[in-house]
Antibody, heavy 118, light 110 residues
Framework: EVQLVQSGAEVKKPGESLKISCKGS????????IGWVRQMPGKGLEWMGI????????IYSPSFQGQVTISVDKSISTAYLQWSSLKASDSAIYYC????????????WGRGTLVTVS | QSALAQPASVSGSPGQSITISCTGT?????????VSWYQQRPGKAPKLIIY???RRPSGASDRFSGSKSGSTASLTISGLQAEDEADYFC??????????FGTGTTLTVL
């Protein structure tokens, strides 16, 4: 079964750093993209960026360029999303999702990681 | 790039059909067949129900169908059931750094 397992909920203070993870299993991790999506409380979905584990190429959404860092460790089939200095406005659920180049087929999604900055 | 425009809410009775629109521009939906739809039930992660405008992934109900005309994509749900009550989001590829979702539509089954 193809799965993306995300790290658990986090509670942080403004200014702190954070790195959350997304571990893939059940498929060839290096040949599918992993995207990160933000969902603020009661709001819609926002693309943050996408990474190709095969060569670590990252494409950031302009809105999130410079605000977060997306990385991957393909040796453990895990993608990461990190902040160097959190703000209260970063409080949201963050989802990772698998995608394939040249398609709009984003599936499956991880369960999400709730980040609370307060 | 701005989010694709969806109606905030739609409703229908069990057994009826409803259609949710997703309006973009010539830079995304208008020139791309990379359009997909996601269902998100309360407290759950989104789930893919339509991709490449009208293709259904394995396991998705055949009551879901998708189409596109110009810069507007549409999701139709036929034979509405209570379990269809959820938020629905469209997505379109709009270029190298442009992956954009719709604003989302809440479906209420009356």
């Amino acid at each position: 079964e193809v799965q993306l397992v995300q790290s658990g909920a986090e509670v942080k203070k403004p200014g702190e750093s954070l790195k959350i993870s997304c571990k893939g299993s059940g498929y060839n991790f290096t040949t599918w993209w992993i995207g990160w999506v933000r969902q603020m409380p009661g709001k819609g979905l926002e693309w943050m960026g996408i990474i190709y584990p095969g060569d670590s190429e990252v494409i950031y959404s302009p809105s999130f360029q410079g605000q977060v860092t997306i990385s991957v460790d393909k040796s453990i089939s895990t993608a990461y999303l990190q902040w160097s200095s959190l703000k209260a406005s970063d409080s949201a659920i963050y989802y990772c999702v698998r995608g394939y180049s040249g398609t709009s087929q984003f599936d499956p999604w991880g369960r999400g990681t709730l980040v609370t900055v307060s | 790039q701005s989010a694709l425009a969806q109606p905030a809410s739609v409703s229908g009775s069990p057994g009826q059909s409803i259609t949710i629109s997703c309006t973009g521009t010539g830079s995304n939906i208008g020139t791309s067949n990379l359009v997909s739809w996601y269902q998100q039930r309360p407290g759950k992660a989104p789930k893919l129900i339509i991709y490449e405008v009208s293709r259904r992934p394995s396991g998705a109900s055949d009551r879901f169908s998708g189409s596109k005309s110009g810069s507007t994509a549409s999701l139709t749900i036929s034979g509405l059931q209570a379990e269809d009550e959820a938020d629905y989001f469209c997505y379109s590829y709009g270029g190298y750094t442009t992956y954009v979702f719709g604003t989302g539509t809440t479906l209420t089954v009356l």
